[in-house]
RNA sequence: GCGGGAGUGGCGGAAUUGGCAGACGCGCUGGACUUAGGAUCCAGUGCCGAAAGGCUUCCGGGUUCGAGUCCCGGCUUCCGCACCA
């Protein structure tokens, strides 16, 4: 190192003082109370994991905060809290693996994040940071899902789950990925437990149609349409006979016989009623509740076969799998179209979580129900025909069109129609006969929030002898976590805390007799569903969250986080919401009015990944470049909305970039204007940044700037005070340190982002001369200085005063193309 | 299979939405200053060509005075969901 001069800059050092700076003056804390136009810029909080913060982590943060001052600079009032989503498997598993209990490990991991997160430089008021796992918030976690049971909305079920053999534990449909558990990787099983649920499918069709009117990434409005997958349909109720009994009533057509709806009806789902003349047989899936009840005696060890052999199977292979596989229950069910037997199968195509959990098959118009008919020999009809085909052409493989062409056949009064008609007169015809009518279904299924884990708030239920199921009081809350010494789940299906029988025993809350809590803990996902509602209300412990302040600061305006979580987290929260909407606990429905997913960062072009060695160590690169580099960079590196290739080498451009920042900014002169050109240029570049910042276009924004100081430093000068200290302000949201340090060097007393936003004015940041391209046929053939208000005649006769572009003008021009202020095209020849 | 993206120099990526393709940065080449350079500064850098010029945004068509951008067909790739009836 070669000796520094005295005011060299060392990032260290400047973000050593800003960071204490801010800590005593409280640059960063924001007066809920009273601050004006109050504006909420909200980060997806983190689960402090003990490898600590993840480049992921900060690019996101970074981008937040970026916003987050650059709106402070608007002159809002801004809000940026920060938290730490630290219930649940993920920080359960590390403790675990350890052998050191969460209670002690959990908050030596918030410490390092908050280390971390401190010296990143963000705006954090860390005034209202909160833990999920601190019991003065999970308090009202508790509340919460008290509020969900008194509307009705919190049930219980034993149900077929989705059960970790690895995590022992429930998980949600959600953290299922192909079959394989989100967290571990393990191969997910079915079982049977008493579960709680939440009624989320009561919202589908309001989660639904809210998000057209959102201002969030269409890729993640996307994600939750296709989760929610809404398809129209009908629902169709098929009578079950033994066999002799139907023999009997083949010939009633519908209509003329009398239907009560008995037990052992089976009802359907179809999207497909138009081809309900074509069903030849019905599935149910093997653990539908009617199998026991219509398989006859003599089918009855083979279906007992089958559905064992089924169930024990995992997700993955029923999948992988596609051969279809069923067996006959004996059983037959008449077709309330053609009035015939079908034969009742089950087989494991048909999934009990779906619809009805049973179907009717029609072969000829349905991929699936085709193969399952060649397998078992089953009879193929067809009931859709498009032109040329008549009712006779043979099917090879299921015909499943039903736009135009296609009209009915074999389908007797409704032969001809087209599908989309027939769709509605057959629905109507069912219903008429009480035999069907049309239904809305929904792929999305409540949420099931129970977990037989120990790292998470307990669900407030008391079951009492004599009252039954009894919520707690909302007085004796919190239902605290005990500590515990051996939180480790087991085989048992229930919750470690059914180990501790001082806990669980307690008395009823009604009637003071005997009773158990309730000895599973809540999803994290409940946590994390409500949790912007707390930050502006963390000092209150007498609400949740108080009416007035949330009236001030919500919905939140703008919302950046992960798209891995669009169809986990922000459908939970807008769940959430809607809730407490309708309990008239908050004034909106939606909680996030603007969401916007950023991308990932990969390393080197592959993803990062502690296999692979290439994961960014944040604290490394703040040390060796400095905090403000470092954002820059992460922000430099590509479009913040897809994300980027972290390339270690590239950091130092960006340090070039302050260095010089640094060096024009110490060396400015101070009396006198700036350059005309220069400041042209300056005005441009606070266009152009204050276009791009808003937007999240940050990756242009700093390439303007550093554009600009090129322009500022051409030919060694020394630059003008005036024309730097705009760029500090700009510069400011992406590298506060700096910007601060450089402000206050410039003799301000007050911080750089309570100094306002430099404004633009239109005509300096206006061409004096423009370079307009020259086309000749198309084709550029040279470029002509013009004023930018220049006529078409001007900028032809300037054109042709061009010898290297008259020269391709052999011609007077067939058409002249003048686009002002861009180009000219000058057309000769032919055509 | 369904849904959502993306294909541009050696690399990351720009392009006012149909108007000079390659901004900005990395890397590379040359130079200056240096005992030294993984520091700093200056110049150059899409490809072919000595030049004139030609070619160039995954491939093939089309619309247009003009296409990275719009239309049709195909290929590759990433991400979600997936026997959803």
Known sequence: MTHAAIDAYDAAAVERKWQARWERDGTNHTDVHAGVRPYYTLMMFPYPSAEGLHVGNLFAFTGNDIHGRFQRQQGHTVFEPMGYDAFGIHSENYALKLGVNPMEL???????????????????????????????????????????????????KRAAVNWCPVDKTVLANEQVIAGECERCGAKVEQRFLEQWFFRITDYAGRLLENLDNLDWSESTKAAQRNWIGRSEGAEIVFQVHDYFEIAGAASVA???????????????FTTRPDTVFGATYLVLAPEHPLVERITTDEERSSVLEYRARTSKQDVVARKVTKDKTGVFTGAYAMNPATGEPIPIWIADYVLMEYGTGAIMAVPGHDERDFEFAKTYGLPIKRVVAAAGATEHTPLAEAY????????LVNSGRFNGLPVSEAKEAIVTWLEEHGRGRAIVNYRLHDWCISRQRYWGPPIPIVYCEKCGTVPVPESDLPVELPKVEDFRPDDSGISPLARVESWYRVKCPNCGGTARRETDVSDTFLDSSWYYLRYPSVPRDDVAFDPVLTDKWLPVDSYIGGNEHAVLHLLYSRFITMVLHDTGLVPFE?????????GTIVRDGAKMSKSRGNVVNPDEHIEQWGADSFRAYLMFLGPYEEGGDFQDRGISGVKRFLDRLWTSSIEAQRTGDGDPAVMRKLHKTIRKVTEDVPTLNYNTAIAAMMEYMN???????????????????????????????LWERFGHKRSVFDSGWPAFDPELAADELITMAVQVNGKTRGTIQVAPEVTQEGALAAAMADAAIARFVATDPARVIFVPGRLLNIVVGGR
């Open 590 to 598: 939606e909680p996030f009015a603007k969401f916007r997913a950023h």
């Open 106 to 156: 959990i908050p030596k991991n918030i410490d390092n994040f908050r280390r971390q997160l401190k010296r990143a430089g963000l705006m954090i008021d860390w005034r209202y940071e909160l833990s999920t796992t601190d019991s003065r918030y999970y308090k009202w976690t508790q509340w919460l899902f008290l509020q969900l049971f008194k509307r009705g909305l919190a049930y219980q």
């Open 711 to 741: 322009a500022l430093r051409a030919g060694e000068r020394t630059p003008h005070i005036n024309e730097t200290a705009p760029l500090v302000q700009l510069v400011a949201p992406f590298a506060p340190h700096i910007a601060e340090e």
């Open 400 to 407: 499943t069109d039903s736009e135009d062409p296609a009209r």
């Open 254 to 268: 519908p209509g003329t016989s009398e239907m009560p709806t008995a037990p052992t009806d089976i009802q359907v």
